[in-house]
C-alpha cells in the first residue's frame, strides 16, 4: 500500500495550494479518504474527508468554504483544493484511507489504516 502525498509549499496568507495523494495497492472505492493535518506539539487533526460508507464529505469547522476536497477515481487519486489560506492552516498535511470517517457536530471522526508521509503546508502572515 502506497500513499504519496505532493503539493505542498510556502505560500502567503489568502493565497491557494492543492494537495495531491496518489494511491495504490488497496482498493480504492472501497475505502473512505481524508487528510489530516498535525502541527509541532499537536494532536493530529482531521481536516477533511470523504466517507464511503455514507458517499458525504465532512469537512473540519475552520476550513468550510475554503478547503475543496476531490478525488479521481480513475487515477486513484485524491485531492485538497485549499484557497483562502491563513498562517493557522500551516501543518503537515497527511492523506490516509480506512474504514471510517465522519463528523459529530464540530468533532471530525476517524480510523485510518494507511497514511502518507505527509506534506508540509506553510503560510506566512
Known amino acids: 500500500v502506497q500513499l504519496v502525498e505532493s503539493g505542498g509549499g510556502l505560500v502567503q496568507a489568502g493565497g491557494s495550494l492543492r494537495l495531491s495523494c496518489a494511491t495504490s495497492g488497496f482498493t480504492f472505492d472501497d475505502y473512505s479518504l481524508g487528510w489530516v493535518r498535525q502541527v509541532p506539539g499537536k494532536e493530529r487533526e482531521g481536516v477533511s474527508c470523504f466517507s464511503s460508507s455514507d458517499d458525504s464529505t465532512y469537512y473540519e469547522d475552520s476550513v468550510k468554504g475554503r478547503f475543496t476536497i476531490s478525488k479521481d477515481n480513475a487515477k486513484n487519486t485524491v485531492y485538497l483544493q485549499m484557497n483562502n489560506l491563513k498562517p493557522e492552516d500551516t501543518a503537515v498535511y497527511y492523506c490516509?484511507?480506512?474504514?471510517?470517517?465522519?463528523?459529530?457536530?464540530?468533532?471530525?471522526?476517524?480510523?485510518?489504516?494507511?497514511w502518507g508521509q505527509g506534506t508540509q503546508v506553510t503560510v506566512s502572515s
Open positions: 490516509a484511507a480506512g474504514l471510517l470517517c465522519t463528523q459529530i457536530g464540530t468533532l471530525m471522526w476517524y480510523e485510518y489504516e494507511y
